[in-house]
């Protein structure tokens, strides 16, 4: 095999310069100049954290060990890139140490099973690693592949996808593996998805690939825990191990032994299958069964937030991982972002321990005031008993740190209240909608259903939120800069409003002004067109406080 194979040394990962330039490059080159790469460019947002988790940070945190304070955490940030030591560190990890081991098609090929077949002797297209091409019982809307269709992976790409299916892949029935004794009939069901699939990522990002692997390190005064390896080095975890080597076809469920065996825990036994092509080396076809399962996700998880239960039910835990809401923007979600303490009665939301983790480093120093920081989610929406993909999420926002603060609360509780005012004018106008349909003789929307008003005011004020956020990056203690800021936010929150309002009241007919009576729990109410603007205007007012509205009286044109 050639050098496409190699994941130390090969091209694989397609990167963005701090400069701007778009190049491949490989994992020893990646970590050596992290300082110098913006960014990973990869095919799909879902691919970041199946990169970052399977691979980049637990090189980093095996060669290098954890930061044990939050001072040795400053230290290592502030360098702004790995010293010449470091290098060495790493240099011997991803060479001497484990650098056979980061080969995809060798004797023992990377987060793969050599020599894994199939029970009915079967292999499966490469596609089978895609989630966004129809595959099986996977058939997404927009899919331009099927199945059918072949599609030569370069080993690179390949590489990426492997990564990516481990994380992501859908549940349903897996094709049996010879040496399986848990597969029957020739298949494996029950299999859930992969591990990220289960939860709402939230990864935090830096100017540079350094920044970003550095707000994702973890400080830990006890370090790693004892026994605690990564999939590539699974032979030397304790003999007394009762779990199945992921270098073979067997699987168990169990928990993690660690973060270093979380992050590159092997949901499925994979096998890509190589063939010389008129293009050079690719991969057509592939083996995927099943493989090892989380007994339950652990507590000590990176990158989600929780949410809190005060009274689970008998046998489950007090916090399950949160996922995300589809068609919503991150900046939606605030909340349960910057929820930095634990319920103590009650239930309620957690967030994610890293960007807690960045709160307390900033509150020590570690990090300045006006750090450009942004939190990138993502997720899947699975539908089918999760057997199929039906939606992607992903976005990212730019975060003030001081909104991390635990103690300091002023700029948190304001991001939180213009959030909520969004929310507020958004329903308010839903609200508009349902008397106008009613006025007019109709019915409101049914629950999901239908295109609403909600949505197209809140895809306007999308990117006013996303320039108020970033603009309060920088605003040190500046309260007087927070009000005017605040002051524009609701300007563009009642301007956005009241053009969605007029296009409503545009549309109704004529017979909406004399409107008509039904019953409401019982009670008969009146709805007429002037009544619901008058009703709206109010509601506009109470939200937007900094900006009353003027009530128009019930008949008149809002």
């Not at 597969?183 to 992969?194: C, E, I, Q, R, S």
């Not at 994979?270 to 690719?282: D, F, K, Q, S, V």
């Not at 039910?313 to 909340?335: D, F, I």
């Not at 839903?430 to 008397?435: I, N, R, W």
Request: aromatic fraction near 6%; charged fraction near 25%.
């Amino acid at each position: 095999m050639g050098p496409d194979e190699d994941l130390v040394r090969g091209a694989w990962l397609p990167v963005v310069g701090v400069e701007g330039e778009r190049r491949e490059t490989g994992l020893l080159d990646v970590l050596f100049g992290a300082d110098a790469v913006r960014r990973l460019d990869l095919p799909v947002p879902t691919m970041l954290p199946a990169v970052l988790r399977q691979v980049l940070l637990p090189v980093v945190f095996d060669a290098l060990g954890l930061p044990r304070t939050r001072g040795e955490w400053g230290e290592r940030f502030a360098q702004g890139g790995f010293s010449d030591q470091e290098k060495e560190k790493l240099a011997d990890y991803l060479g001497p140490r484990y650098g056979d081991r980061f080969r995809l098609f060798s004797e023992r090929p990377f987060a793969q099973v050599a020599g894994l077949s199939a029970l009915n002797g079967e292999t499966k297209p490469s596609t089978l690693l895609i989630p966004s091409v129809a595959s099986g019982n996977n058939v997404p809307l927009f899919s331009a592949l099927s199945e059918a269709d072949h599609l030569d992976l370069p080993p690179g790409q390949a590489g990426l996808w492997l990564l990516h299916a481990h994380c992501w892949d859908t549940a349903a029935i897996k094709t049996g593996a010879v040496g399986d004794g848990q597969a029957k009939d020739g298949k494996t069901t029950g299999n859930p998805t992969g591990p990220l699939g289960q939860f709402g990522v939230i990864m935090a990002t830096g100017r540079t690939l350094y920044e970003t692997l550095l707000l994702n390190t973890p400080v830990r005064a006890d370090g790693l825990a004892a026994g605690d390896r990564p999939q590539w080095a699974w032979d030397e975890r304790p003999d007394s191990s009762a779990a199945k080597s992921p270098a073979g076809p067997e699987w168990s469920v169990r928990p993690a032994g660690g973060l270093l065996d979380l992050l590159t825990f092997q949901s499925r036994r994979i096998r890509l299958m190589p063939a010389e092509t008129e293009n050079g080396l690719r991969v057509r076809q592939v083996v995927v069964c099943a493989g090892d399962r989380l007994a339950l996700t652990p507590q000590e998880e990176l990158h989600t937030a929780w949410n809190h239960t005060a009274k689970p039910k008998a046998g489950q835990p007090a916090r399950r991982p949160r996922r995300h809401t589809p068609g919503r923007a991150a900046w939606q979600g605030l909340g349960a972002l910057l929820a930095l303490a634990l319920p103590l009665d009650g239930d309620g939301v957690y967030t994610s321990q890293l960007l807690r983790q960045t709160g307390e480093l900033l509150d020590y120093r570690q990090l300045p005031s006006d750090f450009a920081l942004t939190v990138e989610v993502c997720g899947l929406e699975y539908g089918n008993k999760s057997t199929v993909v039906e939606n992607a999420v992903a976005d990212s926002i730019p975060l003030p740190v001081a909104s991390l603060l635990a103690d300091d609360d002023w700029l948190r509780t304001a991001i939180l209240e213009c959030v909520e005012q969004a929310d507020r004018v958004a329903r308010a106008l839903d609200g508009l909608h349902a008397d106008l349909r009613r006025a007019s003789g109709g019915e409101p929307l049914p629950r999901d259903k239908g295109e609403r008003p909600s949505a197209r005011f809140l895809h306007a004020v999308d990117g006013r939120m996303r320039r108020l956020l970033a603009g309060l990056r920088t605003i040190g203690e500046d309260y007087d800069m927070l009000e005017r800021a605040r002051e524009a936010w609701e300007v563009t929150l009642r301007r956005a409003a009241l053009r969605e309002a007029d296009g409503l009241l545009a549309a109704v007919p004529p017979r909406a002004v004399v409107g008509r009576t039904e019953k409401v729990n019982g009670k008969e109410v009146v709805f007429r067109s002037g009544k619901a603007a008058g009703l709206f205007h109010k509601k506009l007012g109470d939200i937007l406080t900094r900006f009353a509205d003027a009530v128009p009286a019930e008949g008149e044109a809002a």
